[in-house]
Every structure is written in C-alpha cells, then in structure tokens.
C-alpha cells in the first residue's frame, strides 16, 4: 500500500499525493496492528536524527547556493562547450553532475541541475531535439555509486548505523565510485553513441557570460569548502559529521540572508521537509518489517558462509534488486538494520549493499523518489522518458556498472585487507 501511494502518487483534487502522505497510511495500520509501537516510533527517532539534521543542513546549504546564481555556473560551462562536437558537452554535463553530486549529494544534483541544463541544450540545439533525452540520462545516471557518505541521504544512513565513520567510507568507496562512474558513462555513450558521435557545433543563441560573482556568493563557495574539507579532519578525530553541516548550514544561511536574493522564507522552502519526514516514515516502515521478520530473513541470506566474491554479489544482487522493485529507500532502512544483527565484521558487507542500493533504482522507474521527481520534471521541460527507454537504458548501464564496482570493491578485500577493517 505503501509503495502504490509513494510511487503512484494518486491525485486528491487534481493534485499529486506528496510521498510524505503516502507513507503515513502504512505506518498507522502497522501501529493500529500492534506490528509497530509507539516505542518503535521513539526508537527510530534516536536513530535517525544525526543523519536527517546532515541531511538538512546539505539541503539548506545547496539552496543558498542555488539562490546565489553558483549553479547557473554549470549551464554556462556546457554552453560553451556545445560549440564543439555534440560528445563535449555531454561528457562536460557528465562530469558536472558526478562533482555535484559528490560535494552536495545526488539528489541535489538530478533536482537542482534537470531544470538548469535541460534547456541549454534545447536552445544550443534547436534542430536536434532528440539530444535533450541523452543529456537528461546523462544528469540521472551520473550521480551513480556515492563517493562519500554525504553524497547519498540513505547512505548516510545505513553508514551511521554501522558506525563506519567519514574517513573509512571514503577511503573504500572513492575507488569503488570511480570504477561505478566510469563505466556507467562509457555505456552511456555507448548507447547514444548514434546521437552523440555528431562533430556539428550547436546552432543556438549563446546567452553569454553571466555577471561576476557576488563577495557574498564567494563567502558561501568558502564555507561549503571549509565544511567539506572539515569532515575528513573530525572523522580521523570520531567526530559528527552533522556538527561542521550544521555550522556550515547556519553560517551560509547568514551570508545569504544579507543578499535579496535570499529570505527566512527562501530558508524554509529550501529545506525539503516533507522528504526528510518520508525519510523517517521509510525508516519506521522498516522497523516494522523487521518485527514480523523480514530483516531476520535478510540476516540469514546476508550472513550465510560462502566466500567474499559471492558474499558480495548475493549483497548487492539483493540490494539493487530490491531498491528497484520496493523503492531504495525501504531497502535501505531494512539494510541498516540488517547490519546491527550480523556478526564479525560487517564492512565490506555494507559497502556491498550500499552500492546496490545506489546502482539499483536505475533499473526501474520507481526506484528511487529522485528518479520519480527526475521524470516528473522531465517531461515537464518537454523531454518524456518512456518507461521501456528507462529500463533499456538502466539495464545497459547498471549491470556493467555494479560489476565493475563489485570487482573493485572485491579486490580491495584482496590485495588490502586493512581498508575492510572498522
């Protein structure tokens, strides 16, 4: 019930159902059914709201950003790279969204960047409106396997539930991402490999550069990095992680706020808070499934002897598959979950789930709430992704993909054993 609200979004008087309204109806029949408590509820409050304060203060940090004209920068990069052959600007789309991605997090980078490129590209190819769809997979698919914990809110998640710090995320998923991204975007080229092997230059009216930046808007760019790069130094010292956001969050809030661009409206609205309390429900809803012994089962399925490459697969197999089919975010609470109950060392098991769970929703259209948003605005611009072109597209590129990272992920095992330690 529901994952048909969440992903059918039903309309109450012409308006689509919010994903936060979605979920409540499960959580109130688990409660009226006693599978959930109100000691459930507590509990999954406890132990989420370190990662959906991270999340928040990321969430209110990029729409400052956002309001500051920072992020026009990147339209402004790709137009001028359509000057040359059509494959430039697609790998400059590419790698702009994959760095955005990192610094903020992938949701911000499909929501924030869809409405920004999408239209370059119509108006600097006015006679080829068919690259608009190639462009559009292009800011999807490069968020890919999230490089460090911030850059994926579920990830942030099950990471803080397996206490594996900042520094240790990074330092075993950056290879795995690069090999995930890497091969993710050689089969997309592969696939619009028709479209994009054109050496035409764009025939569209250049815009032209955009006004310098604002001091203010230099501040926040140096706040973002000071926060970024305080999270490797008060990891190596077990430090939270949702100090320097939230500090970050509340110092770029102030900066913007003396700019017209920026209000205590702009603030609230630039915080999406019915996703975090669906972040919770989610997570709740997972609860609930452990009670009546899903996690149990998925323990018995994640913990079974075998070695560590078919340990690996049998993880992350379940995760993208699940994801794909029950939406990531479900899968990932049942994953963080899972993870408190298995013994020995869980690592390298939950990096494996984890990039299941970010390779995953690209194989079905409702596996994620970001892809769901992703075609909702998409075809508002005009660009329509049918649901047969998604799972093409999301076969091709996911299954190498998740291979690749596996492999990577497996020789880590191998040849540094010590980088799957605690």
């Excluded at 396997?145 to 809110?153: D, K, M, Q, R």
């Excluded at 520094?167 to 028709?194: F, Q």
């Excluded at 078919?310 to 995760?319: D, E, K, P, R």
């Excluded at 899972?338 to 259209?365: C, E, I, K, S």
Aim: charged letters at 10%; proline letters at 6%; a positive charge.
């Amino acid at each position: 019930m529901t994952l048909a609200l969440v992903v059918g979004r039903p309309r109450l008087r012409g308006v689509p159902l919010s994903p936060l309204l979605g979920a409540v109806p499960g959580v109130l029949a688990m409660l009226a059914f006693g599978v959930l408590s109100f000691g459930d509820l507590a509990r999954g409050w406890a132990m989420l709201w370190r990662p959906l304060l991270t999340i928040a203060c990321i969430m209110s940090t990029t729409s400052v950003a956002h309001r500051l004209g920072i992020f026009d920068r990147a339209s402004r990069a790709i137009e001028i790279r359509t000057r040359g052959p059509v494959s430039r600007a697609f790998t400059a789309t590419y790698l702009i969204c994959a760095v955005t991605a990192t610094l903020f997090n992938n949701d911000a980078a499909i929501l924030l960047l869809t409405p920004v490129i999408l239209p370059v590209i119509r108006r600097m190819y006015p006679k080829r409106p068919y690259l608009t769809g190639p462009f559009a997979f292009a800011i999807f698919t490069s968020a890919g396997v999230a490089p460090l914990s911030t850059s994926n809110p579920m990830n942030l998640v099950v990471a803080e539930q397996a206490h594996l710090a900042f520094n240790g995320y990074a330092l075993r998923m950056i290879p795995v991402a690069l090999a995930g991204t890497a091969v993710s975007y050689l089969m997309l080229r592969l696939a619009y490999r028709k479209e994009l092997d054109d050496d035409v230059p764009g025939g569209g009216t250049e815009l032209g550069s955009l006004q310098p930046l604002e001091p203010t808007s230099y501040g926040v760019l140096g706040i973002v990095a000071l926060v970024f790069l305080s999270y490797p130094l008060l990891s190596y010292f077990d430090g939270p992680v949702w100090v320097a956001a939230t500090v970050g969050a509340i110092f770029t809030a102030l900066l913007g706020l003396r700019t017209s661009e920026v209000s205590l409206a702009t603030l609230r609205h630039g915080v999406a808070w019915e996703i975090l309390g669906f972040l919770y429900l989610i997570f709740v809803t997972a609860l609930g499934l452990e009670n009546v012994g899903v996690a149990r089962w998925l323990s018995e399925l994640y913990g079974a002897p075998a070695g560590v490459p078919a340990q690996l697969a049998v993880v992350a197999g379940t995760s993208a598959l699940g994801s794909a089919v029950m939406n990531n975010h479900p899968m990932a609470a049942l994953n963080a979950l899972v993870m408190r109950t298995l013994n020995g060392d869980v690592t390298w098991r939950t990096l494996a789930a984890l990039v299941g769970g970010d390779l995953g929703p690209r194989l079905l259209p409702m596996g994620s709430l970001a892809g769901l948003l992703w075609l909702d605005m998409a075809a508002r611009l005009g660009v329509e992704v049918k649901t047969r072109e998604f799972v093409r597209i999301g076969l091709l590129t996911t299954l190498p993909a998740l291979a690749a990272s596996l492999a990577v992920l497996w020789l880590e095992a191998v040849l540094w054993p010590g980088a799957l330690g605690p």
